[in-house]
């Protein structure tokens, strides 16, 4: 990794080797960096309290091993990134305002896609996992990684049937607490379909109805004004004097009629004066007609009245128009058949709710037995790493417990709570020597034997679910002696398998290191390219000894150092 303005680093290059790699240093010379550094790389939180005062940005780029076809190099070439001799190019830049950019095989690619290869790539174990892992939540989830695909199978299950059975219930609530408003809303539907009903309304209706009134009302008027305009086209046998359109056209035509052979253009406008003569005839018996036709029944006025009444009191009511009244009584059909329907809906969620349930109680009985068994297989895995972690009189158990609850579902014979991830409540107990009651190991465990346990548990995931490198951040913190040398032993076996990288502050367990990486600050405070430095033969035992004694140049010490390495040599 190269890291520029981070933190105290100004910059620098950590090579990280195969095998076991140790990272020590004086207190805030930037040990931490180099955790916080890698974490960036795997898509962790950007911070801009993270970029070096003065500078820009900070900047974390990374070369990573991969194999083509691994689960992380499919990742990463689906995002686009493209392999350089067989590894990935990482890098990470946060800005002084805080917005960060991520890059993935020359490409750019959202953070989130980096977080994604972590799991592949990368385990990273420090002293907030630490303490993340004493909460019981954390235990459980530990405890179902571990069982794997005994608990995966029936949990994956489990949450589907929970999660149908959480809308079933919510919808069954609904539906039982709105029963009184529904019942109402039903009641409205149904007068209001009636009313419409006993009106018997038609499409249009109102409309031509309006028309016929407008009509009768002026009957005698329209009457009036037809016999005129019939009168004036075709004449009045009454006034046998008078002259009519029709009689004049006629006039007109046979003038022409006699001359028109003469010139076409007088031929033409005596035959449009033809057109004329017959459109008259057209209008003018329509005319008669309509007179003869005309309605001036007062009794059918009156009945055209009370039915506009009647259709404007729908109007009034349900739409603006018949249309929209009709409208409104097909869609309140629909939702008074849905509202009635409603007590069927009632039986049916009913019956599927406490279908879910049976078959929720069989499945947390699954996750219970398969947790049962995984937890003991845990456990004793556990307890034998710490038999190598200097407490060979330790032992770690799982407490499973459920708890009863008149509304849950029946696990093991009881009636117990139940939740998303099952009814257990999963509990990491330990025994710290024969005789002690095994407690929670929050309260069990002393600061050293507490990091112990989670060294162990650790260790015991990585080798159910591998990943190639591993990252520890001082989880041997106050551990001391021979307890120390230990996990300096167990972190040197784990490296015969993988990449292990451990910031720490001991040197029993930098002694065990293959290779061992010094941070150290220039006389500004800062961490520069230089500042970094694989340390070997003379530099090495003088690292331990200032370890050891706080005194690079005590013989004492020194002496006491060499001896450690020869000792881890010998191990290996």
Avoid: C
């Amino acid at each position: 990794m190269r890291i520029r303005s981070l933190g105290v680093i100004d910059d620098a290059v950590v090579e990280l080797s195969p095998g076991f790699t140790a990272v020590t240093g004086e207190t805030g010379a930037g040990k931490t960096m180099v955790v916080t550094s890698l974490g960036l790389l795997l898509g962790g939180r950007a911070d801009a309290a993270l970029v070096r005062i003065g500078s820009p940005s900070a900047v974390v780029e990374g070369r990573i091993s991969v194999a083509p076809g691994d689960a992380a190099a499919v990742r990463a070439e689906e995002a686009g990134a493209e392999l350089d001799d067989g590894a990935l190019i990482v890098s990470r830049t946060i800005s002084a305002e805080g917005r960060s950019r991520a890059h993935l095989g020359g490409r750019s690619v959202p953070v989130g896609v980096l977080a994604e290869l972590a799991d592949d790539l990368v385990a990273v174990h420090g002293q907030t996992d630490q303490q993340g892992l004493l909460k019981p939540a954390r235990q459980r989830g530990a405890l179902d990684r571990y069982a794997g695909e005994a608990v995966a199978g029936p949990l994956a299950k489990y949450s589907e049937a929970y999660r149908r059975l959480r809308s079933v219930s919510a919808e069954l609530e609904e539906l039982t607490t709105r029963a009184r408003e529904r019942a109402q809303e039903a009641d409205l539907l149904r007068f209001g379909l009636a009313e419409i009903e006993a009106v018997e309304p038609r499409a249009g209706e109102d409309a031509e109805l309006a028309a016929e009134a407008e009509r009768l009302g002026h009957a005698e008027a329209l009457a009036s004004a037809a016999a005129l305009a019939h009168g004036a086209l075709a004449g009045n046998p009454e006034d046998p004097e008078a002259v009519d359109a029709t009689t004049l056209v006629a006039g007109a035509g046979r003038a022409l009629e006699a001359v028109r052979s003469h010139d076409p253009a007088l031929a033409a406008l005596a035959d449009r004066i033809g057109e004329i003569s017959i459109l008259l005839a057209d209008v003018a018996g329509e005319l008669a007609g309509y007179a003869d036709n005309l309605d001036a029944d007062p009794r059918r006025l009156a009945a055209v009245e009370e039915r506009r009444a009647a259709l404007t009191s729908l109007t009034r009511k349900y739409g603006e128009n018949i249309d929209a009244v009709l409208a409104w009584a097909e869609d309140g059909a629909a939702r008074l058949t849905e509202l009635d329907g409603d007590d069927d809906r009632i039986g049916e969620l009913t019956a599927e709710r406490d279908a879910l349930r049976d078959e929720l109680s069989g499945l947390a009985q699954a996750l219970t037995d398969a947790r049962t068994e995984a937890a003991a297989r845990f456990a004793d895995a556990v307890t034998a790493e710490l038999a190598s972690l200097a407490m060979p009189h330790a032992r770690v158990s799982f407490a499973i417990r459920q708890t009863e609850d008149p509304e849950g579902v029946e696990v093991g014979g009881r009636t117990v709570a139940y939740g998303p991830h099952g009814a257990d409540e999963v509990e990491l107990l330990l025994a710290p020597h024969p005789g002690a009651p095994p407690r929670p190991i929050a309260k069990g465990a002393s600061g050293g034997e507490l990091s112990r346990v989670m060294l162990a548990v650790e260790v015991v995931f990585a080798g159910t679910d591998p990943v190639p490198t591993y990252l520890f951040d001082e989880v041997d913190a106050g551990v001391g002696g021979k307890a120390a040398v230990e996990i300096g032993r167990r972190l040197a076996k784990l490296a015969k398998s993988a990449q292990v990288v451990v910031v720490t502050h001991l040197p029993q367990v930098a002694a065990f290191a293959d290779r061992q990486l010094l941070v150290e600050k220039t006389n500004d405070g800062s961490v520069t390219r230089s500042g970094v430095t694989v340390l070997e033969g003379e530099d090495r035992v003088r690292e331990l000894s200032r370890m050891l004694a706080g005194q690079e140049d005590s013989e004492t010490a020194r002496a006491h150092a060499e001896e450690l390495l020869a000792a881890a040599r010998a191990d290996g």
